[in-house]
């Protein structure tokens, strides 16, 4: 339910639904509760229900799926889109639409790296959640215990950052920061100077009262993580969380390399808002809230890990009672949709979405029907103010999961 890293948009942050760096604002109604997802809590394989929570996936079934993610490809101009779906009885679909580079005509293949913006925040959530189950640290200690100079910080408590719900600002709104970015987007950005953006602003309300998508959020419990885990961010999460799940072609880059082949990236998050390549940009400005990059098959590991906190081999990669409270979600400003712990609940489906300048991602499941939604494309302009994750997301669970739709309406910018 957010925006991975947030969107810019002159400075403002559009409040997506879903799985990007950006969330709505305000008070709403959510429909995933703990209560709707039990099963979750560290069982490998909950039972799919007889019900038709998820269509089979024959030729015409995939032919539909085929013309809707078209259609909206070409309505929303996406250069180019990737989309996996899969299921362990219902069949499974990999297509890639478009290109991958506007000048040399290049396609869009499956196996291409991607930017997955937002969708960092589920793996340095999942670190501090590791920390948690191994008693270094308590979702309610507060974040001054670990990083001075934090507003509120003497209040605000872990848990409450890892649900939106600090309160502080987000620094990808502020109006120097995009200036900085956008004026030399190769630039090297450090967390505390990112934190700085966040700080000379006042608190949006005090912890625990709103929930208020803010990528500053992320950035201290990826500070948090450091310090308790001992090593850098990037390192802590390869060495606990992407090698055990055997997730070898993702990256916490430290620096604006993009391992190849990947898709170029297209947005206009530019100073004159005009169209431009973003591919070479410099994700440091996300850190540990959008900074990422990973491939359609990671994302399909990715999703029922995240989802059920067990690892493909059945191991337990983070406590059932620790998944409960990550799978506890809370109300939105968006209808439909529950945010919990770096993590979202639309309708039933279960993950996060993520938006970096030039790219967007959404990586879900639905627990009902063990299925896996991976949608990756190279272009974060949207219509209007609805993520073009989102239309595709949208389109597919339509006609999958019609009793499941990811259906997050446009938000407005957030203030």
């Known amino acids: 339910m957010t925006r991975s890293c947030g969107r810019l948009r002159r400075g403002a ?12 604002l305000g008070g709403g109604t959510a429909l995933g509760t703990s209560e ?3 099963a979750l809590a560290g069982q490998p394989s909950p039972s799919p229900s007889p019900s038709d929570d998820f269509r089979r996936l024959t030729p015409e079934v995939k032919r539909q799926v085929d013309r809707a993610v078209e259609q909206v490809r070409r309505e929303a101009n996406v250069p180019g889109v990737t989309v996996g779906i899969w299921t362990p009885d219902k069949g499974s679909h990999v297509r890639s639409f478009g290109v991958a580079d506007k000048e040399t005509g290049r396609r869009m293949t499956p196996g291409l790296y991607m930017r997955i913006g937002s969708e960092t925040k589920t793996f340095t959530v999942t670190a501090l959640l590791k920390l948690v189950d191994e008693g270094k640290i308590g979702l309610d200690d507060t974040i001054g215990e670990y990083v001075d100079g934090v507003p509120n910080g003497d209040e605000i408590t872990l848990r409450q950052l890892a649900g939106m719900r600090s309160g502080l600002f987000n620094y990808s709104e502020d109006q120097d920061f995009f200036k900085a970015l956008t004026s030399d987007p190769e630039r090297s950005f450090t967390p505390q100077e990112l934190l700085d953006y966040a700080f000379k602003h006042p608190v949006m309300f005090q912890p625990g009262e709103e929930f ?9 419990l990826g500070l948090v993580v450091e310090q308790v885990g001992g090593q850098p961010v990037q390192d802590y999460i390869r060495e606990n969380i992407l090698e055990p799940a055997g997730m070898d072609r993702t990256i916490f880059p430290t620096d604006a390399a993009f391992p190849a082949p990947h898709a170029q990236g297209y947005t206009n998050q530019t100073a004159d808002g005009k169209v431009a390549d973003s591919t070479a940009w410099n994700p440091s400005w996300g850190w540990a809230a959008g900074a990422m990059i990973s491939t359609l098959e990671d994302l399909r590991t990715w999703a029922p890990t995240v989802a059920t906190g067990v690892l493909p081999d059945g191991d337990i990669l983070i406590s059932p009672v620790t998944q409960r409270q990550r799978l506890d979600t809370r109300s939105t400003t968006i209808p439909g949709a529950g945010y919990g712990l770096g993590i979202f609940n639309v309708q039933g489906w279960i993950g996060h979405n993520g938006s970096l300048p030039g790219y967007e991602s959404l990586t879900v499941y639905l627990p009902s029907a063990r299925a ?10 949207g219509q209007g103010d609805t993520e073009p994750s989102t239309l595709f997301g949208d389109a597919i669970t339509k006609i999958v999961s019609p009793q499941h739709v990811f259906n997050l309406p446009a938000q407005p910018a957030a203030r």
Do not use: K, M, Q
């Open 13 to 24: 942050v559009i409040a997506a639904a879903v799985g990007t760096l950006v969330v709505p």
């Open 36 to 38: 709707s997802v039990p």
């Open 212 to 220: 208020y998508y803010s990528n500053t959020n992320l950035i201290l």
């Open 372 to 381: 896996t939604l991976v949608v990756v494309l190279n272009t974060d302009i």
